[in-house]
């Protein structure tokens, strides 16, 4: 007999103790379970149908269902389930995967070091890094740089290097040599600005910041082609071509954190290159799976990867499951369904420009000020008056309110303040799209009834 969904939630409020989550609110009020995925939807354990806007969590980039990558982990498992890459070991998987990511990444990269997360895979950059420049004779370049409102983990290092102020505030952190910088959010900061301006403007920032920390002292720049956690921040077109040439002018490394944007989700498949960028590190995870098994790592630049093999002697790092066999397998198994069917090119060419359309025309809903999509991603600004530019008051979690009538409504998009924003699979269709964006647009109608019958607006 399968457990009633009380059952569940007795067991889960007992016991599991999740991310990002406090823990008296959901006791009072239960956990959505969450049973099982087909396509474009997820249904929960008393039937709802719901529209998955956000690929899980940014990574169920072909979908739910695939029966390709089920046989792959299972052919897998059944030949070898593990072994490590240590003590000069290595697997079928893990070789040819490596190659088959380093090819997609292009000709400035030769290797890549796995690890199972996003966040693990920030770690393990921050120590390259530093060993990188120790290698090269200037231990004292170690200082990163990043962003507020940044998200890259919830490890030490994953969470320093992320901008996210509640994050900092619990564990010490950030840990030493991690800077941050304003981050290129236009609407937010300058909306009267003209936008290209402004691009330069917050590249500028990075500048000023070499600058105080002096240039002799800073290791990287890290930061995400477009930010997805923190709202799905699309910076002007100008930002990251002038934060490029102000790394190549101090000699800085530059690390894409591609986790959210690597694997097709912007119609490439890494965002850097729409964006004009030229990393010397790449982060990845969530797609490179779709995130059907944990897989990450990082791709290494030439420039970086040749100093370390030629000189930098043992890197004395590495996880359990780095290489995992398995998890490679199901990646080989993803890349061949991305690229069969073609993805990252119907996101750059059709179904990508069709959403940014539809998306783009929620600005003449009364609630929305802004809506803006780049490839497979999406952010919406809901706002009390758009011709004053007024905001709810933060309290009010208008955003909150929003999410909770998505949900109620057969669609999952998740709110960052009073951000609304999405990232459906890549997998979509133009038909999944029209229904997608049919739920939105109740959703909105349902909070904007909502609000006003709350006074708020
Ligand atoms: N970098 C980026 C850019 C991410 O989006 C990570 C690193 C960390 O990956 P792992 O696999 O360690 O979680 C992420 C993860 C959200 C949300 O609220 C986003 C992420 C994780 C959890 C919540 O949108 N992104």
Redesign the pocket.
């Known amino acids: 007999m399968p457990l009633t969904t009380r059952e569940v939630q007795t067991l889960d409020s007992a016991h599991y103790m999740h ?2 989550t406090d823990h008296k609110a959901l006791a009072a009020k239960g956990a959505r379970v969450i049973t099982r995925g087909e396509g474009v939807y997820i249904w929960d354990s008393e039937g709802n149908k719901i529209f998955d806007g ?1 690929s899980g ?2 990574c169920v980039n072909v979908g739910y269902g695939r029966k390709e990558l089920v046989a792959a982990a299972a052919q897998q498992m059944e030949v070898l389930p593990y072994y490590n890459s240590f003590f000069q070991t290595t697997n079928v998987p893990a070789a040819q995967l490596a190659e088959r990511i380093v090819s997609l990444a292009g000709e400035r990269f030769s290797h890549v070091f796995y690890s ?7 770690d393990t950059i921050v120590r390259m890094v530093r060993h990188y420049w120790t290698t090269l004779e200037q231990p004292e370049r170690s200082v990163i740089i990043s962003r507020k409102n ?6 030490m290092c ?1 969470a320093s290097l ?1 901008g996210m102020s509640g994050m900092h505030a619990q564990g010490g952190l950030p840990i030493p040599g991690i800077v941050h910088i304003e981050q290129p959010y236009h609407f937010g900061l300058a909306p009267d600005q003209d936008k290209d301006a402004f691009g330069i403007e917050a590249a500028g920032w990075l500048e000023q910041k070499i600058l105080e920390v002096g240039p002799e002292k800073v290791a990287a720049f890290i930061g ?1 082609p477009i ?3 923190g709202g799905v921040i699309i910076p002007p077109k100008t930002y990251w071509p002038e934060i490029q040439r102000i790394c190549d002018k101090y000699g800085i490394l530059l690390i894409c ?5 690597g694997f097709g989700r912007l119609g490439a498949w890494f965002g850097s290159e729409l964006m004009g960028a030229k990393p010397d590190l790449i ?1 990845f ?2 797609g490179v799976t779709s995130g059907y098994i ?1 897989l ?1 790592g990082v791709v290494v630049g030439k420039r970086v990867a040749d100093v370390l093999i030629e000189k930098g002697g043992e890197f004395n790092h590495g996880y359990t499951y780095s290489g995992h066999p398995v998890a490679c397998a199901v990646a080989l198994a993803n890349l061949d369904i991305i690229e069969k069917e073609g993805l990252v090119d119907r996101v750059r060419d059709e179904t990508g420009p069709y959403l940014a359309q539809h998306f783009a025309a929620l600005s003449d809903h009364p609630l929305v000020a802004a809506a803006e999509t780049f490839g497979m991603v999406g952010g919406l600004v809901l706002m009390k008056d758009k011709s004053q530019h007024l905001v709810f008051d933060e309290a009010l979690e208008v955003g909150m309110l929003c999410r909770s009538h998505c949900f109620a409504n057969g669609l999952i998009m ?1 709110a ?1 303040g009073d951000r609304m ?1 999405i990232a459906p699979p890549l997998a979509c269709t133009r038909a999944d799209i029209d229904e997608m964006m049919k739920r939105v647009r109740i959703c909105l109608d349902a909070t904007l009834k909502d609000v006003q019958l709350r006074g708020w607006m």
């Open positions: 991310p990002f956000m969590l940014w199972s997360s996003g966040s693990e895979s920030n940044a998200y890259h983990g919830s490890t994953g992320g995400e930010q997805g956690a954190d591609e986790v959210i944007c982060t995870a969530k944990p990450g998740r960052v924003i």
